[in-house]
């Protein structure tokens, strides 16, 4: 460690972690209700239909209690080993609001940033 540097602490991850197949997502909020950490977030529909929202899981906080899964109506949700799950994440992910999260960065996911969201055609400056 340099002198001045903050340490790291290295942080265990849960033996799986739960990741949603947006795919499958009808955007209930369902599993958002029964999460204890509040790590599940809605983000944009797949285009930019607020109507039908989709839902994502912030991995670096899931502490992989399995709620999610058991509640979730349209089983779109699986436990994944964490060893997988930030690569499987990128592959299901469609839309995110997590753009600094480690998987969002590697992955060819499209990022959604918070906030208002444009209108159909208009350009985001
Ligand atoms: S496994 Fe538990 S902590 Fe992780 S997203 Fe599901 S409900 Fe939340
Ligand atoms: S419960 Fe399932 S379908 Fe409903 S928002 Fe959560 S992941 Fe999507």
Not at 39 to 66: Q, S
Not at 71 to 90: D, K, N, R
Not at 103 to 110: F, H, L, Q, V
Request: with cysteine.
């Amino acid at each position: 460690m340099t002198e001045g540097s903050t340490p790291v602490k290295a942080k265990k991850r849960p033996r799986e972690l739960a990741v949603v197949n947006q795919s499958g997502c009808t955007g209930c909020e369902v599993c958002i209700e029964f999460c204890p950490v509040d790590c599940i977030l809605t983000v944009p529909g797949p285009d930019y239909d607020m109507h039908k929202k989709l839902v994502e899981i912030d991995l670096d906080v899931c502490i992989g209690c399995k709620l999610c899964v058991k509640y979730c109506p349209w089983e779109t949700i699986e436990m994944i080993p964490s060893g997988e799950a930030l690569q499987i994440a990128a592959a299901w992910t469609q839309r995110s609001v997590l753009p600094n999260a480690e998987w969002i960065r590697t992955s060819g996911a499209e990022v959604v940033e918070e906030g208002p969201l444009p209108l159909p055609g208009s350009k985001v400056h």
